[in-house]
């Protein structure tokens, strides 16, 4: 019993944990986020990286892969024209080591 609870209470956080698989969608209604890509990292709730691999997109850190069909998505995206049509402001950064949320208050959107 005791190893039953032990194996249980490890495995909840993989059940919570969210892999990052994104999907751009063409129409608002398609998406589950609205998206603005902002200018600076001072004004995004999300700092993304783009990773070239979908083994390395395992949680909600802000290490995104792109797949190429919706239905393989965890997350369906629309990218709006304004940062207040969004839901989510993110910021695209060139290293791995620099994705993460500036904002916990946000984070509940990619789960």
Do not use: C, T
């Amino acid at each position: 019993m005791k190893y039953f609870l032990l194996v249980l209470l490890l495995g909840l956080p993989s059940l919570w944990a969210s892999a990052q698989k994104v999907f751009a969608v063409d129409y608002a209604s398609q998406a589950n986020i609205k998206v603005f890509a902002v200018d600076y990292e001072s004004q995004a709730d999300l700092k993304v990286f783009k990773v070239p691999y979908e083994s390395q997109a395992k949680g909600n850190a802000g290490r995104w892969f792109w797949v190429s069909y919706a239905s393989q998505a965890d997350q369906k995206i629309f990218f709006v024209d304004y940062a207040s049509q969004a839901d989510l402001k993110i910021f695209f950064v060139k290293y791995e080591s620099q994705a993460g949320w500036r904002s916990a208050a946000k984070k509940h959107l990619l789960y």
